[in-house]
């Protein structure tokens, strides 16, 4: 018989690990959000991107969460007017990264909630065992 506890522990525990690369994938984005190319017209940093895929763990009978992988967002650089800029091109543009720090932001915040959910629920299947366990001595 499959151990619900245990099952829900390891649910949890997959959603703790995804949500902390989530958190670190947003928080390179935001530190690069001013990071401009190294030369004139070179491109500058790239938002990352992170996916996620369900992987049914048969030992366990339940569906856990896993990073599918990280890529790169494909949308276009912002282009600021800054001829003093090491990065300018020839007309005094330069590209900016594709990083919205107030899209990042909420990013940040949403998965800091679901990383805080998962520990809840972490502690609250410790402490249905602790109770089995204190019930069964009383026994």
Same mark, same amino acid.
């Given at each position: @018989? ?5 099952? *829900?522990?390891?649910?949890? $525990?997959?959603g703790? !690990? ?6 670190r994938? %947003?928080? !390179?984005?935001? *530190?690069?959000?001013?990071?401009v190319? *190294?030369?004139?017209?070179a491109?500058?940093? +790239?938002?990352? +991107? ?8 048969? +030992?366990? $009978? =339940?569906? &856990? %969460?896993?990073?599918?992988?990280? $890529? &790169? ?6 282009? !600021?007017?800054?001829? $003093? ?9 330069v ?5 919205? %720090?107030?899209?990042? @932001? ?7 909630? =679901? ?14 065992? *602790? @109770? +089995?366990?204190?019930? &069964?001595?009383? =026994?």
């Amino acid at each position: @018989m499959i151990d619900p506890l245990k099952s *829900a522990s390891a649910i949890a $525990g997959s959603g703790l !690990e995804v949500q902390s690369m989530r958190m670190r994938i %947003v928080a !390179e984005n935001i *530190a690069n959000a001013r990071s401009v190319g *190294a030369s004139a017209g070179a491109d500058p940093y +790239t938002r990352k +991107t992170i996916y996620f895929q369900q992987v049914m763990d048969r +030992t366990l $009978g =339940s569906n &856990l %969460v896993k990073v599918k992988n990280t $890529g &790169l967002d494909n949308a276009a650089f912002q282009i !600021e007017h800054d001829p $003093g800029n090491p990065a300018a091109d020839a007309s005094g543009n330069v590209k900016m990264p594709n990083v919205n %720090v107030a899209v990042e @932001m909420a990013d940040m915040r949403e998965a800091g909630r =679901s990383y805080s959910a998962n520990l809840q629920m972490i502690k609250q299947a410790r402490s249905m065992v *602790a @109770m +089995t366990i204190d019930l &069964l001595r009383s =026994s």
